[in-house]
Nanobody, 126 residues
Framework: QVQLVESGGGSVQAGGSLRLSCAAS????????MGWFRQAPGKEREGVAR????????YYADSVKGRFTISQDNAANTLYLQMNSLKPEDTAMYYC???????????????????WGQGTQVTVSS
């Protein structure tokens, strides 16, 4: 059974930083594809970043490019999202997600991801 557990959210002022973690069980964070998504109140969930784990190949939404970094720690079986220069518009619930093992697609489209964490709240004040 796959479980993804996010942590690291919190409240920060604009310009600050946070690092989100996603601890995986039942899923190897060394192959496949994982990503981070977020959903702000009243808005649809959107893809933030994804990583093709075997190649550490990354892709970012334009809104976070240059500020956020997605990474993995295979030994810890954990996915990370380092968020710098945070803005109030980054306020959202952040979710970790993973594709099915063996899946070839690796995008930041929600439909491509099968396993989801419960989310961690990030609030950025101005």
């Amino acid at each position: 059974q796959v479980q993804l557990v996010e942590s690291g959210g919190g409240s920060v002022q604009a310009g600050g930083s946070l690092r989100l973690s996603c601890a995986a069980s039942g899923y190897r964070v060394s192959s496949g594809c994982m990503g981070w998504f977020r959903q702000a109140p009243g808005k649809e969930r959107e893809g933030v970043a994804r990583i093709r784990l075997a190649f550490r190949s990354t892709y970012y939404a334009d809104s976070v490019k240059g500020r956020f970094t997605i990474s993995q720690d295979n030994a810890a079986n954990t996915l990370y999202l380092q968020m710098n220069s945070l803005k109030p518009e980054d306020t959202a619930m952040y979710y970790c997600a993973a594709v099915r093992p063996g899946a070839s697609l690796c995008s930041i489209e929600e439909a491509d991801f099968h396993y989801w964490g419960q989310g961690t709240q990030v609030t950025v004040s101005s």
